[in-house]
């Protein structure tokens, strides 16, 4: 029984190395924490670009997200 | 390993609009509700309350609600989306042939419903998603940090619930193993929540329902995108990519 479905499931695909994932998830989180940042943070608790245009333009995607707005 | 970022932007992309067309049918009206109460109250409250100068200050803001619910709402899903496709590619990757799921497309999925569980539906039940006129500006900061500080606490319990059943599940099999990897996360959660301040801020006079209603647009939108990176990166994957029986 064990044996028979062990047979009938597909093979477990090959895991990526994570040598190799590492400096895409680099890549990926740094992308990852801008956006969210500006879309998410920017002129609410925190401020760097010093100008309420980004915070106004994406206000409403920011608040569907849920991110604590003003 | 790029061609798979690459695909998970591409999801995201495609997560975004159809999240778009969700949050414009379903977010924006209760949005827009939600700022006709805030102005209705800052008018009555014009004389003699100091913050009626900050939400004038809004009123007058260098973005008008016409490009925010359009331009400004697509252009926020949409990076938005390109960042969590990114995140959902590498995690993805980390996930495949590691979580014992057999098939990429499980793996997608699976992997998109715990992102979206950790990511935004434990950090809601904790912080809901709020609409204009919702929260007291001089507590933003108080309730970024603690926002930040559920997601943070979320995600990392979360991943070590999937390690702990990766570890269990060699000996009690995969099934019990992520009932009580699922039991884990659920208490430390709790007590995480319960540990970290409330806040209630919704004004008395602000109408229920269209607090519901922005709170379920909010997790619909959430929704959108991670199931819809999920499923397109599946789809975009499952193929090429797929074991051979």
Redesign the interface.
């Known amino acids: 029984m064990v044996q028979a479905s062990a047979i009938s499931?597909?093979?477990?695909?090959?895991?990526?190395p994570?040598r190799?994932?590492l400096p895409?998830?680099i890549?990926?989180?740094a992308?990852?924490f801008?956006?969210?940042y500006?879309?998410g943070?920017e002129e609410?608790?925190?401020t760097v670009v010093n100008s309420?245009?980004v915070h106004?333009?994406?206000?409403?995607?920011?608040?569907?997200?849920?991110?604590?707005?003003? | 390993m790029g061609s798979l970022v690459m695909r998970g932007m591409l999801a995201g992309v495609l997560a975004a609009v159809l999240a778009f067309c969700f949050a414009t049918a379903f977010g924006e009206p209760a949005i827009e509700q939600a700022i006709a109460v805030e102005e209705a109250s800052a008018a009555s409250s014009h004389e003699h309350d100091e913050s009626a100068g900050a939400d004038a200050a809004e009123a007058a803001a260098p973005v008008s609600r016409g490009v925010q619910r359009t331009f400004g709402l697509a252009v926020g899903l949409g990076v938005l989306g390109v960042a969590l496709g990114g995140v959902f590619a590498i995690l993805f990757a980390l996930a495949r042939g590691r979580l014992g799921l057999g098939s990429d497309r499980v793996t997608a999925l699976v992997v998109a419903v715990l992102a979206f569980t950790s990511a935004y539906l434990v950090p809601f039940l904790k912080y809901p998603a709020n609409p204009p006129a919702v929260g007291h500006p001089e507590t933003i900061e108080a309730r970024t940090v603690a926002y930040v500080g559920m997601f943070v606490c979320s995600v990392l319990v979360m991943t070590a619930a999937v390690l702990l059943q990766r570890r269990l599940a060699a000996g009690s099999g995969a099934w019990n193993a992520s009932l009580v990897a699922a039991a884990v996360f659920v208490l430390a959660m709790a007590v995480v929540g319960w540990g970290l301040p409330t806040f209630s801020e919704v004004p008395d006079a602000f109408p229920a329902n269209t607090l519901w209603e922005f709170r379920i647009a909010s997790m619909g939108t959430q929704l959108f995108l991670w199931l819809g990176t999920g499923l397109v990166f599946a789809a975009l994957t499952g193929r090429p990519h797929a074991p051979s029986r």
């Open positions: 499931l597909p093979a477990p695909a090959s895991a990526i994570l190799e994932i895409w998830a890549f990926a989180f992308i990852a801008v956006a969210m500006l879309v943070f609410g608790a925190w309420n245009v106004e333009f994406v206000h409403d995607a920011r608040h569907l997200a849920g991110l604590p707005c003003h």
